[in-house]
Nanobody, 123 residues
C-alpha cells in the first residue's frame, strides 16, 4: 500500500489548510492516523480515525482546531486544519494501522506511512 499525502504549504497564523492522504489500495478495514514532526523534534501523534469513522481521537494540542475525515470509496483520508499556529509547523504524515481492530495513537501500531507534506505557519 502506498500513501500519498498532499495539501501542505505556507499559511499565515489563523489560517486553514486541508491535507489529503490518498491510498493506492483500499483502506476501509483499517484505522488511519495523522502524525507530524517539527524541526528538531520527535514525530508525534495528531489524530486517528477508525475504519468506519466511529472513533476519532486527537492530541490535546490540536483538539478543537483539526478535523479528520475519510472517504473509504475514494481510499482517502483528510485532515482539516483551522486556526493554525506557528507551532503547527511540521511535516505531516498519514499512516495506516497494522490491525483492523483498533484506532491507535502509538505510531508503532502503524505499518504503512506516506512520504509527508510540509506545513509552514508564519506568525
Amino acid at each position: 500500500v502506498q500513501l500519498q499525502a498532499s495539501g501542505g504549504g505556507l499559511v499565515q497564523a489563523g489560517g486553514s489548510l486541508r491535507l489529503s492522504c490518498a491510498a493506492s489500495a483500499g483502506i476501509s478495514m483499517y484505522a488511519m492516523g495523522w502524525f507530524r514532526q517539527a524541526p528538531g523534534k520527535e514525530r508525534e501523534f495528531v489524530g486517528v480515525i477508525s475504519r468506519r469513522s466511529g472513533t476519532i481521537l486527537y492530541s490535546d494540542s490540536v483538539k478543537g482546531r483539526f478535523t479528520i475525515s475519510r472517504d473509504n470509496a475514494k481510499s482517502t483520508v483528510y485532515l482539516q486544519m483551522n486556526s493554525l499556529k506557528p507551532e503547527d509547523t511540521a511535516v505531516y504524515y498519514c499512516a495506516r494501522a497494522r490491525s483492523t481492530a483498533t484506532a491507535p495513537t502509538n505510531q508503532n501500531e502503524y505499518y504503512y506511512w506516506g512520504q509527508g507534506t510540509l506545513v509552514t505557519v508564519s506568525s
